[in-house]
């Protein structure tokens, strides 16, 4: 009874409570009034860095320029432009805001930001629309290590390393990360999607640990 | 705020006349029509009628006209049951054809693709026969999918999502052809042919003679009728075995006591938008010509899906590129605006439209796509608001896009 009135009075489902479609009043103002995006492709050195992920096929397309301040580290501007649906416009929207507001965080604390932290801000988004928030902070990655190879700091470059869990599929963590983000909550559910496990069952347990995992993180 | 609904494909208001036609059998008219005393005998009568003007419309007989719970379940009725009654027959005959099949196209409504999909998985063989680039199906191919243990086809009489209507008519003399073909060399396997015509109920002919059909779909609330109804043809001599068990009501097809109200609206609903079809089918095929001309003027990279002609008159589907489905779609709204997409974003599973990818467009087409389907009271002044509307959304949602897709 408590999460019902929680729905009702936010107006919008909480990615625990799952199945709602309407979006909280903050995700529709982001929505509608987007802040921080770019209007005009930006003139060369405009600039410190950009980064992009997604593309037109799968739905969302998210591409994020920074501006850094070179005493402080602190980024100054973070523009972007989206394609996509309401919550990757209103996701990458609140996301620019929290790295911009006061006064700015410098790169290592943006890269910080959990997409958890992104939805709490938005209110909460449906459980399958929580994918579309994950993309903005992956853009922002990628701008981030273009900086720090622009600013030769190679050390600090992230590589995202995926393991292989089913040899004989190659599905990597990142497969099962996307699967359980799509809303599979169950090792039969990440089945259902990715027939992982079925020809190599000594891969289950790490599979199983890695669904926990990955539901702890996004939903926890 | 005005509001402009354009998602009559996805339903209709109820017309007030099938509302007062409906009225009496709440709380006057409520014997239940299977018993016997007076009460029930004028439910009875009441269903009777309505059969009987259900069956003067589709040019068949009364008896032929199954009442149901929804479209959906009119197509699980028939989709199901040719399926089991095949079955039955050959465990009673004990005789083994070479596998049953069942021929579709891949753009039904989900409620053939995925009935046809559960027999799949029961051990049927399902053939998708290929539609071309409008959604048109291919009736050379089509001809070449059926074989002799072919024993349903369901193609739909007109798409839901991109209005493409078929060629039922050429469809039906295909299969009379093989059924005086199979009599011919003695094969005792049947073959039958059904079509959803839940979205061609307003528009189009529903003679099931001339269209050659052994079973067709309906339902209510397309056509200014109640939702829940729907009506299932289902020529004589059609093996069918029920979904729903129970009391036996409907021939014993579908168990349950009859929705009277519902029954005496849908019927209703149909004499209605039967009477004026004609008519309004040629109002809003120029109403529809006249959006899709201005819209490709005030917007750029705008791509019509579904056939241009042959099409039904309510029904505009297009794609507007590098921008999203449901992002256009909550804008519009927020203008007054009700229209529906295909797009991933807008669906459960976050796939696109299996109906804008089956015709061949990228996925890009699904995700930029929308329907605007108009209804009697659909006006020129309602589209022109969205001809107003409409282009600012795009640019406007354009500007943050990074997306620039050439086509």
């Excluded at chain 2, 559960?118 to 071309?132: A, C, P």
């Excluded at chain 2, 605007?372 to 002044?381: D, I, L, P, Q």
């Amino acid at each position: 009874m408590k999460t019902k009135a929680k729905i009702k009075k936010t107006d919008v489902a909480s990615a625990r409570v799952g199945d709602g479609w309407v979006y909280s009043e903050t995700v529709k103002d982001h929505f509608f009034h987007p802040r921080n995006f770019l209007p005009k492709m930006p003139k060369k050195g405009e600039f410190d860095a950009e980064g992009q992920v997604g593309s037109p096929q799968c739905g969302d397309v998210m591409r994020i320029w920074i501006k850094v301040d070179p005493k402080t580290e602190k980024i100054k501007k973070l523009k972007w432009r989206t394609f996509g649906c309401a919550s990757a416009i209103a996701a990458t929207s609140m996301f620019s805001v929290i790295v911009t507001e006061k006064g700015g965080m410098t790169v290592d604390q943006a890269l910080a930001i959990k997409p958890q932290d992104i939805m709490a801000r938005l209110g909460g988004l449906p459980v399958r629309k929580v994918h579309c928030s994950v993309l903005c902070d992956k853009a922002f990655m990628q701008a981030a290590n273009n900086y720090f190879r622009n600013k030769g700091q190679h050390e600090k470059i992230i590589v995202l390393g995926h393991k292989v869990i089913d040899k004989r599929l190659n599905i990597t963590d990142h497969d099962i990360e996307e699967a359980v983000l799509e809303g599979a909550r169950t090792l039969l559910d990440v089945q259902k999607k990715l027939k992982v496990g079925v020809g190599d069952p000594e891969a289950i347990p790490a599979i199983e640990q890695l669904i926990k995992f990955y539901l702890e993180k996004y939903y926890g | 705020m005005q509001k402009i609904y354009l998602d009559n494909a996805a339903t209709t208001p109820t017309d007030s006349r099938v509302l007062k036609a409906m009225e009496p059998y709440f709380n006057k008219v409520y014997g239940n029509p299977g018993s016997l005393h007076g009460s029930g005998r004028e439910s009875k009568t009441a269903i009777l009628q309505a059969r009987k003007s259900i069956a003067k419309i589709l040019n068949c007989k009364p008896e032929e006209i199954i009442f149901t719970g929804s479209g959906t379940e009119s197509d699980n009725l028939a989709i199901l049951g040719v399926a089991r009654a095949f079955l039955t027959s050959l465990a009673k005959s004990n005789f083994y054809s070479s596998g049953e099949c069942i021929v579709t196209s891949a753009i039904e409504h989900h409620a053939v693709l995925y009935t046809c999909e559960q027999l799949e998985k029961e051990g049927f063989d399902l053939v998708y026969s290929k539609v071309d680039k409008d959604g048109v199906l291919i009736l050379d191919d089509f001809k070449k999918a059926i074989t002799d243990s072919t024993i349903l086809v369901s193609i739909m009489y007109a798409n839901n999502e991109i209005g493409t209507i078929q060629p039922i008519k050429e469809i039906g003399e295909i299969i009379k052809e093989i059924k005086a073909d199979r009599i011919k060399r003695n094969i005792d396997a049947p073959i039958y042919f059904h079509t959803d015509a839940c979205q061609a109920a307003g528009y189009l002919d529903l003679d099931v003679q001339k269209l050659g059909v052994d079973l067709l779909t309906l339902n209510g609330s397309k056509i200014y009728g109640p939702k829940g109804m729907g009506v299932l043809y289902v020529r004589t001599g059609t093996k069918l075995k029920p979904i729903v068990f129970g009391g036996g009501q409907e021939k014993g097809l579908r168990s349950g006591t009859e929705n009277i109200a519902g029954i005496v609206g849908l019927a209703k609903a149909l004499e209605l938008s039967q009477a004026k079809r004609k008519q309004e089918s040629a109002r809003e095929a120029k109403l529809r010509d006249y959006f899709i001309k201005e819209i490709s003027k005030k917007v750029s990279k705008v791509v019509l899906n579904g056939h241009a002609e042959k099409r039904l008159p309510n029904n505009i589907n297009i794609s507007i590129l590098d921008i999203e489905g449901e992002a256009m779609l909550l804008w519009l709204d927020k203008y007054g605006i009700f229209c529906s997409t295909g797009s991933a974003c807008d669906s459960q599973s976050l796939e696109p439209s299996h109906v804008i990818l089956a015709l061949g467009r990228p996925y890009e087409y699904a995700n930029g796509n929308l329907r605007f389907t108009m209804g009697k009271y659909t006006t020129k002044k309602d589209l022109d608001y969205v001809l107003k509307v409409l282009p600012k959304i795009v640019s406007d949602l354009r500007s943050i896009s990074p997306v620039n897709v050439k086509i």
